[in-house]
């Protein structure tokens, strides 16, 4: 199905997670490709599985090569030619614009598109559909971090240093990551870090791998990770730990957050988040005394609907213990989709326009609307978040068409059956998909799209680093790349084809323009520049440098510092009842990605973890008469799942862990609940209140003792 482009080994990059591992595609003659591990800075020659089978999805035999359609809701999805179906896709977008006006046409992308197709999708909702209805999955992932990084910092790029510099911190400080199961090839760092004397403290509810290799951990209740934070800061100024050269120099804002911090008094911080005194004080001096510190967080505290909040907690103590802005001290996000990062940046957001410009300021809009050759005026304003409009749509006010791009939230939405049931509302639904997801099947129409090796393209990494992908094989006879299905649909829609190139140099060209004076700028980044490890935005000049450390001399605020903020914990929005007397966590396994399209279907990956489950403590699961391996019912308020028991002492004994990478029965995001912070608009995923039950019935011989 594939033939080779030139050499049969091209070096790329894995197609998942933010780390964005280094490989080579190897192709033996006409055999079938297969990847080798390749020296590159975030993975130091390392894989995991996920990556190691990466190749095994390119000629996988459900692999979609023709676009499907179907005549109308109830029949099925056909096969049909690539004009008939692009006919359907531009005829429906028009004709809903036509009757509801042109903000009910949706657009939902992704964190792991290209950089090229993030800003494309972004130029097609605004300049060929002139819709604010735009946003992506990545509000679901780093949006709290992002938006508490921009507050205090002034910019948001997740880690403002190289992950090589954790070796470098005397103290690391991990919160709500579970780093050596997400990521393994990043542990090499937490290696270097620990074996240079460093030491590690992770805040997790859970026992996870990465936690057990930590010299601390604080086993927090979930949802009470800004209370810990606060007590922690409390400590830090009771005690004397505060640097108040750094403060006094470099911030803003300590008096009122340490004020506020003086309500979080130990005790108190002890009974919210059930994390003993002297193990948050030990914490506390560990980092105080460290000469260099980081404070990294992951979407444990972010998920939250204070997950604003918590990361800000976390940043004002960073802050002043004097750990940010130096050499190997700083604090960081560890972002998660392959290019959650650069998916952030470049308009794929309902606020947002490329170079992380705001779509509300008028100069912002100017400059963007000059590249893209349109009157300013006729850009649209600030959509509705992800949520938001995934929540309305079919219904009253909400978009009435939805045009899907790298994402399945049928999986990965919360509350996933009212996503569904809206889904079912809509008027026309479009995904573009290399298989027939979750969402896809729910289509009208679905068009097959180019996978990783098959399209040159850029991701930008948890580090900032811009990085090349390159096409190392064809693509099967019948698929296209989104570029084209954008460009070709966007002429449909009555653009000059130049306006959509679907060359993604060309592209990616046009972005440096778009993205140049913006915060993040990648106006000197050329392809031929990202030959070797890539290049850190800001890089605004072609001849002038790139950026891999930010913040060393001065904050990107207005007036150079750092800003604390006066945060306060707030009680679990949704308090475990005696009809809900459990906390539900959700998050991942190390052989699936996200909402498991392409994870499920490799063999390998598939027969490691080829169902949901749950785990939960072995006491708890004799209460409840459930042995290994059982089924068990979780319910919440808005749902029902059922999923494998797995017995661990490694778990809270009021808590159960959920891992969302399965459609069906098996969906975590059935269970899980939609609040939002109120700032980043991010969904409360992490937290939630839950019963279980036996899915089945068995003797008490088969029960744990
Ligand atoms: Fe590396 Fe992430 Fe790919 Fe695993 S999934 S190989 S950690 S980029």
């Known amino acids: 199905m594939h033939e080779p482009t030139g050499s049969a080994r091209t070096p790329t990059h894995c197609p998942y997670c933010s780390l964005q591992c280094g490989m080579d595609l190897v192709r033996e003659g006409q055999g079938a490709p297969s990847v080798e591990a390749r020296a590159f800075p975030t993975s130091r020659g390392g894989l995991c599985r996920k990556g190691w089978t990466a190749a095994d999805l390119l000629a996988h035999p459900q692999r979609l090569t023709t676009p499907l359609m179907r005549e109308h809701r109830g029949s099925p999805l056909r096969p049909v030619a690539w004009a008939a179906a692009l006919d359907r896709v531009a005829g429906e977008l028009a004709a809903c614009a036509a009757r509801h006006g042109r903000d009910a046409n949706g657009v939902f992308g992704g964190g792991g598109l290209t950089n090229e197709k993030a800003y494309a999708l972004g130029k097609f909702a605004r300049v060929a559909l002139r819709t604010a209805s735009i946003d992506y999955n990545g509000r679901f992932c780093m949006a709290s971090a992002a938006t508490a990084g921009q507050l205090a910092f002034g910019l948001d790029r997740g880690l403002p240093f190289p992950l090589e510099d954790i070796a470098r911190a005397e103290a690391v400080l991990l919160v709500g990551s579970n780093l050596a199961e997400t990521m393994p090839p990043a542990v090499v760092h937490l290696d270097d870090q620990q074996v240079a004397g460093g030491k590690l403290i992770v805040v997790d509810p859970r026992a996870t791998p990465t936690a057990r290799r930590a010299d601390l951990h604080l086993q927090a209740v979930p949802g009470t990770d800004l209370a810990l934070a606060l007590g922690m800061l409390h400590i830090a100024v009771r ?70 909040d918590t990361v800000l907690g976390f940043i004002n103590l960073a802050l002043a213990l004097g750990k940010a802005g130096r050499p190997g001290s700083g604090y960081g996000c560890l972002t998660g989709q392959g290019n959650g990062q650069g998916g952030r940046e470049h308009g794929q957001k309902a606020d947002q326009l490329p170079g992380y410009r705001r779509i509300d300021d008028p100069a912002a809009r100017a400059h963007v609307a000059g590249v893209w050759g349109v009157d300013p005026d006729s850009l649209p304003g600030p959509g509705a978040s992800a949520w938001e409009m995934l929540a309305a749509m079919g219904r009253e006010g909400g978009v009435r068409t939805l045009l899907v791009l790298g994402s399945n939230p049928v999986v990965s939405a919360p509350q996933a059956g009212l996503v569904e049931e809206n889904l079912a509302e809509l008027d026309f639904l479009a995904v573009c998909d290399p298989f027939v997801s979750e969402t896809a099947a729910l289509a009208d129409v679905v068009l097959p799209v180019t996978q990783w090796a098959e399209e040159d393209g850029t991701m930008t990494n948890l580090e900032g680093r811009v990085i090349r992908r390159r096409a190392a094989l064809a693509p099967p006879d019948g698929v296209r790349s989104d570029l084209e299905v954008l460009g070709r649909v966007a002429v449909r829609l009555g653009c000059p084809p130049e306006w959509f190139p679907t060359d993604p140099e060309a592209v990616f060209d046009e972005l440096r323009r778009a993205s140049a004076g913006g915060r993040a700028d990648y106006a000197g980044i050329s392809y031929a520049r990202l030959e070797g490890d890539g290049a850190f935005w800001p890089c605004p000049h072609p001849d002038g440098p790139d950026t891999p450390r930010l913040f060393l001399d001065r904050f990107a605020t207005e007036d150079g510092r750092a800003r604390l903020h006066a945060v306060s914990h707030r009680p679990h929005a949704e308090p475990t009842t005696g009809a809900f007397p459990l906390w539900l966590t959700t998050g991942r396994v190390s052989g699936h990605y996200q909402s498991g399209t392409q994870t499920r279907r490799v063999a390998a990956l598939d027969a490691l973890e080829p169902e949901a489950f749950v785990e939960l403590h072995p006491v708890l699961a004799r209460r409840h008469r459930l042995a290994d391996g059982d089924d068990v019912l979780l319910t919440t308020r808005r749902g029902t799942a059922r999923a494998r028991a797995r017995l661990t002492p490694d778990i809270r004994l009021d808590t159960v862990f959920m891992p969302f990478h399965w459609g069906g029965e098996g969906r975590a995001n059935l269970l899980t609940n939609p609040v939002l912070d109120p700032r980043s608009r991010m969904p409360e995923f992490k937290l939630c209140a839950v019963r279980i039950a036996p899915g089945s019935p068995h003797s008490d011989e088969e029960l744990p003792a």
Do not use: K, N
């Open 239 to 308: 005690e004397g730990l505060v640097d108040h050269d750094f403060v006094a120099e470099r911030t803003s804002g300590f008096e009122r957050a340490a004020q506020r911090a003086g309500a979080y008094w130990p005790d108190r911080v002890e009974r919210i988040c059930g994390v003993d005194v002297e193990v948050m004080r030990h914490a506390v001096h560990i980092l105080a005394g460290a000469r260099t510190a980081m404070v990294l967080t992951a979407r444990g505290p972010e998920q939250s609907r204070q997950g604003t």
